[in-house]
């Protein structure tokens, strides 16, 4: 017969495992709390812009094209020109 020490239920973590495992746990919700801190300031930052008389979605735009790398935009820019020509868009 095994010996009970040397046997592992793959459904029980080791005491250092629960450990490390809580560790990971709560840093991910102090970051979760930070990422909707920051996402509360942002809102406010577009209010504000709106109350300026900014368009908000087109502030989106900008700051999501802005991310893109300069090239990626360009031919993501020239393939839309070119499919809304095929549609007689432009």
Known sequence: MADDASFQNPDVLTATAQGRLRSIIERIERL???KAAIMGDIKEVFAEA??????V???RKVVRLRKQDKA???EEEAILDLYLSALGEV
């Open 57 to 59: 979605k087109v502030l």
């Open 32 to 34: 979760e709390e930070d």
């Open 72 to 74: 990626k935009r360009q």
């Open 50 to 55: 709106k109350g300026e008389g900014y368009d």
